[in-house]
């Protein structure tokens, strides 16, 4: 008899960013005569930078002509994307990364899930709590065992080590759904516990291109020691409004090795390439020619420009959050904002009444993991006039 996987059964009936979707679309159907404003997931309103719809264009063309078409794309993604990555986004910054350790996918979010499947199901996994919820949910489904670090204005939203030694350790920094960063000398004993401890650090990076404050690392193979004990992710959604495109890649440097139950020993590099190769055909030859125009001068201003006009709208969101005395966190280095909900609502009930009484749409805290009940997060990715509609109906809500 076919058996199914039994630990589908341990995680929630709908992935988070689902369930606020449905919510939305039931009240929608009751109250078509409403205009609802969402500041929830994390996806895009503005345009796409013209330099990279032109490319997207000029590379769609190509796939007209016989000798310009292209099939599969390479299992690790075109030379001229990666190296196009190497250059702007590791060594022109002075970090060491080679061009056979970027992994080119389809994003974020499919390589975090799926990385799992180079590791072993009996790590002891540590993730910081509230996460993105497909950490949780994704080693829930394989079985691990997971200890959560609470982070919370107690502790700066600095995570504490965990109590159990962590064989495999999720940070996201900038983070989601806090919004807060980690300096370098925070991230930095993080490295050493992982040398320590001979653990592996998945460092999502999503959200690097808002990162304003110098000292906030863009990488964490800025930190000394992080290509011994680190994986990192990155995505083009949020840099250049990749989320209906789909791009993003991942660094596995070849120093990554790590023991068999026989005593092999085995490269984290070639492991992901083996996996890549076989589960996954490549992103196509016309978003990553898109990916690629990021690069490009033009690319760079664009997306930019792009990036400074939601980062004020982060400002506005939490300095007026702020004018009716909600405790907000993040939106410097991260186009989220983190309130803490009003009195004693929680986070879900503070969802339903901005919802029925003022049509604006977040995502409670407490879908991102127990540390975040008492929380609610707005997002910075709305156009302005919504942003500045939904801020003043919160205003007259509250
Ligand atoms: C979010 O809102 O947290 C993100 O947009 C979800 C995602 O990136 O998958």
Request: proline share 5%; glycine share 8%.
């Amino acid at each position: 008899m076919m058996k199914i996987n039994e630990h589908y059964t341990e995680i929630g009936n709908n992935y988070l960013f689902a369930e606020v979707a449905g919510k939305v679309r039931e009240y929608r159907g009751k109250h078509p005569d409403k205009k609802v404003i969402s500041l929830g997931i994390g996806d895009i309103t503005q345009p796409i930078a013209p330099a990279v719809i032109d490319a997207i264009t000029r590379a769609t063309r190509e796939m007209a002509k016989a000798e310009t078409l292209r099939g599969y794309a390479p299992y690790e993604g075109y030379d001229f994307l990666v190296n196009a990555i190497l250059k702007h986004d590791f060594t022109d910054r002075g970090i060491a990364v080679e061009a056979d350790e970027i992994f080119i996918s389809d994003g974020a979010k499919s390589d975090t899930g799926n990385i799992g499947d180079i590791l072993g199901t009996d790590n002891q996994v540590a993730i910081t709590d509230p996460a993105y919820p497909v950490y949780v949910d994704t080693n829930l489904m394989a079985g691990r065992k997971i200890e959560l670090l609470p982070c919370t204005p107690a502790n700066q939203f600095v995570p504490p080590f965990p109590k159990k030694t962590a064989d495999v350790i999720y940070l996201c920094y900038p983070n989601n759904p806090t919004g807060t960063a980690l300096t370098k000398e925070q991230l930095k004993p993080w490295v050493d516990y992982a040398t320590e401890h001979q653990s592996l650090i998945l460092f999502d990076a999503a959200y690097e291109a808002f990162v304003s404050q110098e000292n906030v690392p863009h990488s964490i193979f800025e930190i000394e020691g992080a290509r011994k004990v680190a994986i990192e992710f990155r995505s083009f959604s949020k840099t250049a409004g990749f989320t209906g495109l789909r791009a993003g890649y991942t660094v596995v440097p070849k120093d990554l090795l790590a023991k068999t139950a026989r005593g092999e020993t085995l490269s984290l590099n070639e492991m992901w390439r083996r996996r890549q190769s076989t589960k996954f055909n490549g992103t196509s030859y016309i978003i990553q020619r898109g990916a690629e125009a990021v690069y490009s001068p033009e690319g760079l201003a664009q997306t930019g420009e792009t990036i400074a006009y939601y980062m004020q709208n982060a400002k506005i969101i939490k300095e007026t959050l702020e004018t009716l005395s909600l405790k907000c966190y993040g939106g410097v280095n991260a186009p989220y904002i983190w309130c803490q909900t009003p009195g004693s609502t929680t986070s879900w009930e503070f969802f339903d009444y901005l919802l029925n009484n003022a049509q604006v749409v977040g995502t409670p805290g407490s879908g991102f993991g127990a540390s975040g009940e008492g929380f609610f997060r707005f997002t910075a990715f709305g156009n302005r006039e919504d942003t500045l509609e939904a801020v003043e109906r919160i205003k007259q809500r509250i």
